[in-house]
């Protein structure tokens, strides 16, 4: 049944105990004054007992129902200081912040702030957490002291209890913050090294301007591989695989070294620089025609040697390509040069 739309969550809060124990299924006392709110049952508080209940069931009219589990009387936790590792695990679990300590020293509670939730309990890893009857509660002498008593811890346990959830939120909000200053730093730097690399000045040289270092590591790796597949065909000429595989390496490497000898001559005219680009691409096509026609010419000699009459045609076929390619680089070059 649900509480009179008069009756306010902190009317019931008032009542509760305030050990913030978590007994009642709720992570704390005013969580469960709001769930009763809502109609849940008024029974479920330990600390309470039947008094809690008495007082509950008058506010919101409600019948008096006995306490799911047995009432408990108040509790404090006692650290035994001598077997203490320092893990803080306790400190994290206290909910008022009832305890004193840091990492890797000794722990104490502080025995006048501690409600006896006895949730440092379970986290110690060495169970040297013991609860005891607590040292005020036995101190009072008449049933007057004993309410005065609990009406102080009660207060004492919300307001610390309000002041750790208000000091862990505000913890939560400055590590949010501090996140997104770390992210939008991370942008805006991403965002500088974009607007950086737009506004380089561009120039009218090719895709061949780039650092000499990347050019002669590239001609290096294609040489080596030039070598490697020259090296193999020589075991094996007639691997039709490996000499195409060769013409485009040679074609690569020519290629490179047209588009370098064009970045040397970038401060000149761009009639000479055309000039100069095209007399070494033919320079380098007629080096690579009389490779071929030395290629051409050991397959020729391998056919002979462990061939047949088919193996030597086609290798004959081969040098007389490789000749006319040959001839037509060197005619090729003698015009531009005459040029």
């Known amino acids: 049944m649900s509480a009179s739309a008069s009756i306010t969550v902190t009317d019931i809060d008032h009542l509760l ?24 049952a008024i029974n479920r508080c330990p600390p309470g007992g039947e008094t809690t209940i008495a007082e509950l069931a008058e506010l919101l009219a409600r019948p008096v129902v006995p306490l799911e589990v047995d009432a408990e009387s108040p509790k404090a936790a006692v ?22 300590g840091a990492s890797k020293q000794m722990h104490t509670v502080i025995e006048a702030e501690c409600t006896g939730c006895e949730l440092c309990v379970a986290p110690c890893p060495v169970d040297c957490i013991d609860i005891v009857a607590h040292p005020g509660w036995q101190a009072t002498r008449d049933e007057r002291e004993q309410k005065d008593w609990l009406a102080r811890r009660a207060e004492q346990g919300r307001r ?4 750790r959830n208000a000091r862990l939120e505000r913890q939560r909000q400055e590590k949010d913050a501090r996140r997104r200053e770390r992210m939008r730093a ?17 120039t009218s040289a090719p895709a061949s301007s780039r650092p000499a270092g990347n050019a002669r590591a590239r001609k290096a790796a294609i040489s080596a591989t030039v070598r490697r597949l020259e ?37 000149d005219s761009a009639q000479d620089t055309a000039s100069s680009s ?23 000699a391998h056919a002979r040697r462990q061939g047949g009459p088919e193996d030597i ?3 004959q076929a081969l040098i007389d390509r490789a000749e006319k390619t040959w001839q037509d680089a060197c005619q090729a070059l003698d015009n531009a040069e005459r040029h």
């Open 17 to 40: 105990p305030q050990t913030q124990c978590g007994k009642c299924g709720h992570p704390g006392c005013r969580p469960y004054a709001e769930a009763i709110v809502e109609g849940e």
């Open 231 to 267: 090296k193999r065909l020589s075991a094996d000429p007639a691997n039709q695989e490996d000499q195409n595989a060769l013409e485009r390496a040679r074609q690569q490497l020519a290629d490179l070294q047209a588009q370098g000898d064009t970045g040397v001559g970038s401060t």
């Open 186 to 202: 991370r942008q805006q730097s991403r965002s500088d090294d974009r607007k950086q690399s737009e506004h380089v000045p561009s």
């Open 278 to 300: 095209s007399l070494n691409s033919l320079r380098i096509a007629r080096s690579a025609a009389k490779q071929r026609l030395a290629l051409a010419n050991r397959q020729l």
């Open 313 to 315: 045609e086609a290798a």
């Open 79 to 100: 650290i035994r200081e001598d077997e203490c590792i320092g893990c803080t695990k306790c400190i994290q679990a206290c909910p008022v912040d009832a305890i004193l």
């Open 160 to 163: 610390r209890f309000e002041h």
